[in-house]
């Protein structure tokens, strides 16, 4: 269940092997006590900074690995199959790490990314809002100028790990001075700024990023806040958004692989009659058929990382938005396959699967739910006339 696909390269190969092993030391008991405890798994974050895979995507000369996504969703992937996921990953490095390095001034690229790649810095990212979701048209938070200056005011909700970020990439948008249409922007918002808040939202969640609610009032940046260029907002949100879909589609993949492997394992030893229980089709087939659907979206994770990492942002596009939808489905039902294969175990605390089963739901609803990947494949893929 663990080999990896022959399109891997060598360094592949043995970046998996190497992050199992990290993600071995750790594991779902280490995972599970800290979100008994409501703290965050620093000491795994810190060790995965210091052996260098926090920054596989950073360039080597910002102290990162010079790799890119494919790297980096491997980390992820391995981790979650692990069962210690690093959601931050998600954010961090992904997300925030990848605008700065192909968008930002070289300053925001010295004072960011050194400590991104190592972990001692990380970054929240802050797109959805209470009455847009995810839609970067109808996103009310709005920057105007002021001088010199940035004044934003808005609000954001679900934003993963505000209280551990040392700043916050913020979606929003300005005026267009020819047209006077909005347009998103992006801008670094440091933690202590004034007139920036944050309310944790309790979510019934068994993990150990927490989420948030933010609020901007007022809050005034330098102009050396926004990032990139003005008038290419939404070529720069794409930049960002593309591997976090990627990145999502990983961290279902490793889960995934997580829990077939508890249920593999349990199918193997549990015996009520003869023969053990995965000696019955019953059992056997669909932890079969999870395993294939596993297989098959990590394959479209792959071509996804390849096709961003390559330059080709249109491919890499479809190809992310289809893997993420691939891996979360194949999440969902192989979670429910696996708790249904141990039964009444399936739900208790001693295996750990029960709080998969939100877990793997989320992969469905965020960074964008499926029907809005079908959406999209179905308009920009297929050319079929839209809805709305």
């Known amino acids: 269940m663990a080999s990896a696909p022959v399109l891997e390269t060598r360094e592949h190969r043995a970046l998996r092997a190497a992050v199992a092993a990290l993600g071995k030391r750790y594991g779902r008991p280490y995972l599970t006590e800290v979100v008994r405890r409501g703290e965050h798994p620093e000491e795994l974050w810190a060790e995965a900074g210091r052996l260098g895979y926090l920054g596989a ?34 954010v961090s490095p992904a997300i925030c790490a990848t605008v700065i390095t192909r968008f930002g001034t070289d300053a925001q690229r010295r004072h960011w990314l ?10 929240a990212f802050a797109i959805t809002e209470p009455d847009a979701g995810s839609n970067a048209h109808r996103i009310t938070t709005t920057a105007r100028r002021d001088g010199g200056d940035w004044i934003l005011n808005g609000r954001k909700v679900f934003i993963s790990g505000a209280d551990i970020a040392d700043a916050v990439l913020v979606v ?7 047209t006077g249409r909005l347009k998103p922007c992006l801008f670094i918002v440091e933690r202590d700024t004034p007139g920036f808040t944050r309310q944790h939202i309790p979510m019934e969640l068994a ?17 050396d806040a926004l990032v990139g260029d003005e008038d290419a907002g939404l070529l720069q949100l794409f930049a960002g958004l593309n591997p976090e879909r990627i ?8 889960l995934a692989r997580y829990a077939l492997r508890r249920a593999v394992d349990y199918a193997r030893t549990r015996q009520v009659w003869r023969e053990p229980i995965g ?15 596993v297989e098959l979206a990590r394959l479209m994770t792959q071509k996804a990382a390849a096709l961003y990492d390559a330059g080709d942002d249109t491919a890499a596009g479809e190809a992310a ?10 999440a969902v039902r192989a979670v429910d396959r696996s708790v249904h294969t141990l039964g009444g175990n399936g739900l208790a605390s001693e295996y750990g699967l029960a709080p998969l089963i939100a877990a793997a739901r989320v992969a469905r ?24």
């Open 57 to 90: 995507n950073i360039p080597e000369e910002y102290g990162g690995g010079g790799g890119g996504i494919a790297e980096l969703s491997i980390v992820l992937e391995e981790l979650g199959a692990a069962g210690s996921p690093l959601l931050m990953l998600v």
């Open 114 to 123: 050194p400590g991104l790649a190592s972990g001692r810095l990380r970054m």
């Open 172 to 178: 929003g948008r300005t005026e267009d001075a020819r």
């Open 207 to 223: 993990a150990p990023e927490k989420q948030f609610e933010l609020l901007l009032e007022d809050v005034r940046l330098p102009a």
């Open 247 to 254: 990145m999502t589609a990983a961290f279902a993949i490793g």
């Open 279 to 293: 000696a019955h089709q019953a059992i056997a087939h669909p932890l079969a058929a999870s395993h294939i659907e």
């Open 321 to 330: 938005n289809m893997a993420k939808y691939a891996a979360a489905e194949a």
């Open 365 to 388: 609803i965020a960074p964008v739910s499926r029907e809005m990947i079908l959406n999209y494949v179905s308009h920009q893929s297929l050319g079929l006339p839209k809805s709305y």
